[in-house]
């Protein structure tokens, strides 16, 4: 029986008129999200006009600044200070990767914790850590959206999460490891021994290496739920870390790629903001 597949699109749909409605009944004041995009790299443009495009179908405000492929660190450290001490700008996100030759963390240390729509900080990881309130890197955060939204069962699972970066796969592996989703979790890497025989064991397995096609049907538990994080750009086009055809015959749930977890990342990029104005004490929710 083919594997449910787990519709990002439509879920992301959801969240942003689900955050329109909230927004329309807080009033003024306006929800800013800021971006910042240094250099001409083509994915990242687009990447940032569609977060601003559902920004605005969600009723917040957005301002977007451009810095050239030759900016200094400098200047791209005197936009970010900007916003962060601009108070009417509620969430900053600092489109990543840099030009070569720019070092993101100062940038990423002069965003304020409270800011941090991205989650990518010290100060953010560390709540997350601590399980303190704050703001959760948003692709993990989808992850797990999508996980409740399909009903994946995930208290006493075994979760492998393939990748350790501090993007995806530390935080994820946080996440699902929390009181409330209670996954027995295994950060496997490109170290792991014997990477399919831990995989097979896995009732959830989340593909955030960036290897095209890395996990095939052989490494899938029957009815194990796949999520896919990855993203590899082939002559054939973007492509994820899973076989999807053939793991899809095997799996119980799988993501699309793309059409899966990426439009939830830009999802949980504005629920962070909602949450990023509230931990501000700019908006309390009714």
């Given amino acids: 029986m083919a594997a449910i597949v787990m519709d990002g699109n439509a879920l992301r749909d959801e969240v942003v008129a689900g955050l329109a409605t909230t927004i329309e009944s807080l009033g003024s004041p306006k929800i800013c999200l800021a971006t910042v995009l240094v250099g001409d790299d083509g994915p990242s443009r687009r990447y940032v006009n569609s977060k601003h495009k559902k920004a605005a179908e969600a009723g917040m405000v957005s301002r977007h600044h451009e810095l050239g492929q030759e900016s200094t660190q400098e200047e791209v450290e005197a936009v970010v200070r900007e916003l962060a001490d601009d108070p009417s700008v509620h969430g900053i996100l600092v489109q990543l990767p840099l030009p070569d030759g720019l070092d993101p963390e100062p940038v990423l240390d002069l965003v304020p914790a409270e800011k941090d729509v991205d989650g990518l900080t010290e100060r953010s990881m560390g709540r997350l850590v601590r399980n303190r309130p ?54 496997a890497h490109s170290r792991t021994a014997d990477m399919g025989a831990v995989v097979r064991e896995a009732d959830i397995v989340i593909g955030a290496a960036g290897q095209a096609r890395m996990i095939t049907a052989d490494m899938v538990k029957p009815g194990a739920a796949v999520i896919d994080v990855g993203v590899s750009r082939t002559e054939a086009g973007i492509v994820g870390d899973v076989d999807y055809e053939p793991v899809a015959e095997v799996a119980g749930w799988i993501t699309p790629m793309p059409g ?27």
């Fill in 260 to 286: 899966g977890t990426g439009p939830m990342t830009i999802a949980c990029l504005l629920e962070n903001t909602l949450t990023a104005a509230e931990l501000q004490g700019v908006v309390e929710r009714r």
């Fill in 134 to 187: 704050g703001l959760v890197s948003c692709t993990p955060l989808g992850v797990m959206r999508l996980l409740e939204k399909y009903d994946v069962p995930t208290s006493g699972k075994r979760a492998v999460v393939i990748g350790r970066s501090t993007l995806v796969g530390l935080p994820l592996s946080l996440l699902l490891n929390r009181k409330g989703a209670d996954a027995t979790v295994t950060m």
